[in-house]
T-cell receptor, first 116, second 108 residues
Framework: ETGVTQTPRHLVMGMTNKKSLKCEQH?????MYWYKQSAKKPLELMFV???????ENNSVPSRFSPECPNSSHLFLHLHTLQPEDSALYLC???????????????FGPGTRLTVL | DAKTTQPTSMDCAEGRAANLPCNHS???????VYWYRQIHSQGPQYIIH???NNETNEMASLIITEDRKSSTLILPHATLRDTAVYYC?????????FGAGTRLTVKP
């Protein structure tokens, strides 16, 4: 247990569906992250939130929409996805988003997403 | 692109030390070296990090060369549960770039 939970653990959706991924951290951290891990590819950073403010968006398509209502919760809203969006989506948190010696990130177990 | 180079895979005998190398020849003075590992189908797990000095914790030791252009992660007594992909990352200002990592297989 890392203190970061993600729901659902598995999700199958059609290209016309709208769904949301949820991440919750119980560590008192102020920074939260979404990563995408496709088959046989390195982890890709998608979004960074620091103190509830989005500080990074790595050219992610608009069909992925993040939401951070507070420092403990992070959502990823999905709509009109493509089959190539099938991947493991990982959430992480860290003490803050300043980087350097305090950037130890704690990862959740991930949501395995399949887009049909 | 990741700023590190690691071997694609390595094997290690159970109970022996596993030494995982990483090259980061373009590292800048403010960048930290972080190591994570990912066991199959799980999220990555933090192992250790350092700036200049060697570091040790309950999981591993990190040896950083004096010029900081390379480092080695040492698992002193590898177990079968240490089989995973190990990622070496250089990071500053929250720019964490994961590469392909080293797939370590610990064999009985």
């Amino acid at each position: 247990e890392t203190g970061v939970t993600q729901t659902p653990r598995h999700l199958v959706m059609g290209m016309t569906n709208k769904k949301s991924l949820k991440c919750e951290q119980h560590l008192g951290h102020n920074a939260m992250y979404w990563y995408k891990q496709s088959a046989k590819k390195p982890l890709e950073l998608m979004f960074v939130y620091n103190f509830k403010e989005q500080t990074e968006n790595n050219s992610v398509p608009s069909r992925f929409s993040p939401e951070c209502p507070n420092s403990s919760h992070l959502f990823l809203h999905l709509h009109t996805l493509q089959p190539e969006d099938s991947a493991l989506y990982l959430c992480a948190s860290s003490q803050d988003g300043a980087g350097g010696p305090w950037n130890e990130q704690f990862f959740g177990p991930g949501t395995r997403l399949t887009v049909l | 692109d990741a700023k590190t180079t690691q071997p694609t895979s390595m094997d290690c005998a159970e109970g022996r030390a596993a030494n995982l190398p990483c090259n980061h020849s373009t590292i800048s003075g403010n960048e930290y070296v972080y190591w994570y590992r990912q066991i199959h189908s799980q999220g990555p797990q933090y192992i250790i990090h350092g700036l200049k000095n060697n570091e040790t914790n309950e999981m591993a030791s990190l040896i950083i060369t004096e010029d900081r252009k390379s480092s080695t992660l040492i698992l002193p007594h590898a177990t079968l549960r240490d089989t995973a992909v190990y990622y070496c990352i250089v990071e500053y200002n929250n720019d964490m770039r994961f590469g392909a990592g080293t797939r370590l297989t610990v064999k009985p």
